[in-house]
């Protein structure tokens, strides 16, 4: 797993979601309605939007164009016309940093192990403040 960091706890609207681009990988970071942190892909598998521009309803984050909703913990579209889901990647919170994994995507079941036979090393521990899963809770203090 290879984190970098996509932005300050404090740039992120609360709720709501930033464009980001890791190693060239557009990203999506949403806090949703729940306090929430998520990481998904940045564009709409339909036609290629940034979903940062969309509303957020719950963990539901809708593309601006055509209104499809993607469920944060999983990517997978709730309505058409969008089929192909969307990567969930791995965030943790360091400090005041937002860090996510794009080598680490999961599939739709929300699933962050390594595949069979993967020389992917495990997730580290974690401190108190960070999760190495998707939609983890964050405290900010
Ligand atoms: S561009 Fe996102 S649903 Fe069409």
Not at 3 to 8: I, K, L, N, P, Q
């Amino acid at each position: 797993m290879t984190f970098r960091r996509a932005c300050a706890v404090t740039d992120l609207p609360g709720p709501g979601a930033l464009r980001a681009e890791i190693d060239g990988v557009p990203v999506a970071v949403v806090r949703d309605t729940d306090g929430r942190l998520h990481a998904i892909g940045g564009l709409c598998s339909h036609a290629e939007v940034w979903l940062t521009e969309g509303e957020l309803e719950g963990s539901l984050l809708e593309c601006p164009h055509h209104g499809s909703q993607f469920d944060l913990n999983t990517g997978v579209p709730q309505n058409l016309p969008a089929v192909v889901p969307v990567p969930v990647y791995p965030l943790t919170v360091e400090g005041q940093d937002v860090l996510v994994d794009v080598t680490g995507s999961t599939d739709v079941t929300g699933s962050t192990e390594a595949p069979e036979g993967s020389d992917t090393p495990a997730i580290p521990q974690a401190p108190a403040r960070t999760s190495g899963t998707p939609g983890a809770p964050v405290k900010e203090g």
